[in-house]
């Protein structure tokens, strides 16, 4: 379907209202914008190609441009996308070092207890290669590559429904630091297992698989909205530099 200056204008219009612009400001944007696409027109160029696409874009950038629209921090957001896109690869890799764990589901090793005349029992222990390693170790490679995409995705979407002007810097510069946070993450679920195993090593298991995901998820959130924050400070408006479609 065509876009056409009419469907434009009343879409920018419907933007400005949703993001609590005044009647008299969107009149005036709105006018604008009609001269801006008539001339377009003239000029052998669609609305589509002067627009970009994006007219709700266009529209929160017009905003925020005249000041009508701050940038605001976002900081809580940005966290709560940043761990719900995390949330699914931590909880995955908790399941697979259950499974490639010493004592853990796929581990084979065996013990048998075999009973004398005459002295004590005897044990034997079978040792077996243990599947669950190699699926453990892939496994959390999956994850955090998984994880990069799925975090990156979360928060750009976030801001984006948030009209947020400043989601494209955001997002460059969390893609940057995201294997490092992910990194970090990882370090933390490892120290988890270990502090569990040497300080409560009859309740490892519960240690590790109550704790070490909340707290990966939580250094996620955490680092994200660090990110965001040194990403796009709380700024006037006027500071932040927006690129318009030329006329």
Request: net charge negative; glycine share 6%; with cysteine.
């Amino acid at each position: 379907m065509t876009l056409t200056v009419e469907d434009a204008i009343h879409q920018a219009m419907e933007t400005w209202r949703r993001l609590g612009i005044e009647q008299d400001a969107t009149d005036e944007m709105a006018e604008e914008l009609a001269a801006d696409l008539t001339a377009a027109a003239f000029d052998g160029r669609s609305v589509t190609d002067y627009i970009g696409g994006d007219v709700d874009a266009l529209a929160a950038s017009w905003a925020v441009e005249r000041g009508l629209l701050p940038t605001r921090p976002n900081l809580k957001e940005t966290a709560t996308a940043a761990a719900r896109g995390a949330a699914i690869p931590a909880v995955a890799a908790i399941i697979l070092w259950c499974a490639g764990t010493p004592g853990g589901l796929l581990d084979r090793d065996s013990e048998a207890m075999t009973t004398q005349l005459h002295g004590p029992p005897v044990w034997e222990v079978h040792h077996y290669p243990n599947p669950g390693t190699p699926l453990m170790w892939v496994g959390w490679a999956v994850c955090l590559v998984a994880a990069f995409f799925l975090i990156r995705r979360a928060v750009a979407a976030r801001l984006q429904r948030r009209h947020d002007p400043a989601r494209e810097e955001t997002t460059r510069a969390l893609t940057k630091a995201l294997p490092f946070i992910l990194l970090a993450a990882a370090l933390l679920g490892t120290a988890i297992n270990f502090l569990g195993e040497y300080a409560f090593p009859y309740f490892q298991a519960i240690v590790t698989i109550l704790v070490a995901p909340v707290a990966m998820i939580g250094a996620v959130a955490a680092a994200a909205a660090w990110v965001r924050d040194r990403a796009c400070p709380p700024l006037n408006s006027s500071r932040v530099k927006y690129r318009l479609p030329a006329a």
